[in-house]
C-alpha cells in the first residue's frame, strides 16, 4: 500500500500525541495531557484486578492525576503501534503498552503489558485521542523489597501530595485477586 505524505504526516502526529500520552502520565504533565483528549473522551482499561471506565476529559485528568501521584512511580512505553486513518480526520491504532508501576504508599510493584486501541480525531487541526481502551496481557503485582531504594522520584517533586489527591473510587471496579 502506498502513502500520500499527508497519510505519513498524520501517521507520524498520531504516533507523537501517544508518546506525549506516555511521557505525560509519567511525569504529571497535566498541563500536557489536557492538550491529548478530545472533551468526550472514552476510557476502559481492563485490568488483572481492576476496571476504569470514564467519559469526558475532567475525569480522565482527574484520574490520571490522582493515579500518578507523589506516591508513584510509574513508567510505560507503547510500542509497535498500528495506525489506520479511517477518514481525513479520523484514526484507530493499536499499541502494546509495557509498564513499571510502583506503590510506595502501598509498597507494590505491578509490572505488565496491555494491547491498547485507541480512535483518534483532528480537532482544529490537532489529534487527539477520542477513545482510549486496554486489555491486559498480563500483569504481576509483588510486594516492593524491603531492600529497594528509588535514589529518583520525580513524582514525588511534581505529583499530587496526599491532601491534594480527590476520590476516583467511582471511576474503578475492583475484583478479587
Known amino acids: 500500500m502506498s502513502y500520500t505524505l499527508q497519510q505519513l504526516s ?24 489536557d492538550t491529548l483528549f478530545t472533551q468526550d473522551v472514552t476510557v476502559d482499561y481492563r485490568g488483572g484486578n ?11 485528568l482527574e484520574f490520571l492525576a490522582n493515579s500518578f501521584h507523589s506516591g508513584a512511580v510509574a513508567m510505560h ?4 503501534p498500528e495506525i489506520t486513518l479511517t477518514g481525513d480526520d479520523t484514526a484507530e491504532g493499536i499499541w502494546y503498552l509495557e509498564d513499571i508501576f510502583i506503590n510506595l504508599e502501598g509498597r507494590t510493584h505491578t ?23 486496554y486489555d491486559r496481557v498480563f500483569e504481576m503485582i509483588r510486594p516492593l ?7 529518583s522520584h520525580h513524582l514525588a517533586k511534581v505529583g499530587r501530595k496526599p491532601d491534594q489527591r480527590t476520590a476516583i473510587d467511582h471511576l474503578i471496579e475492583w ?3
Open 10 to 33: 498524520d501517521m507520524e502526529d498520531i504516533r507523537t500525541l501517544k508518546h506525549r500520552y506516555f511521557r505525560g502520565i509519567d511525569t504529571a504533565d497535566m498541563a500536557l495531557l
Open 50 to 60: 481492576y476496571r476504569v471506565r470514564l467519559a469526558g476529559r475532567d475525569d480522565m
Open 77 to 80: 512505553h507503547g510500542h509497535m
Open 111 to 133: 509490572i505488565g503489558s496491555a494491547i491498547y486501541r485507541d480512535q483518534y480525531l483532528r480537532e482544529d487541526g490537532a489529534w487527539r485521542i477520542a477513545r482510549t481502551e
Open 145 to 151: 523489597a524491603d531492600n529497594a531504594q528509588i535514589t
Open 175 to 177: 475484583e478479587a485477586a
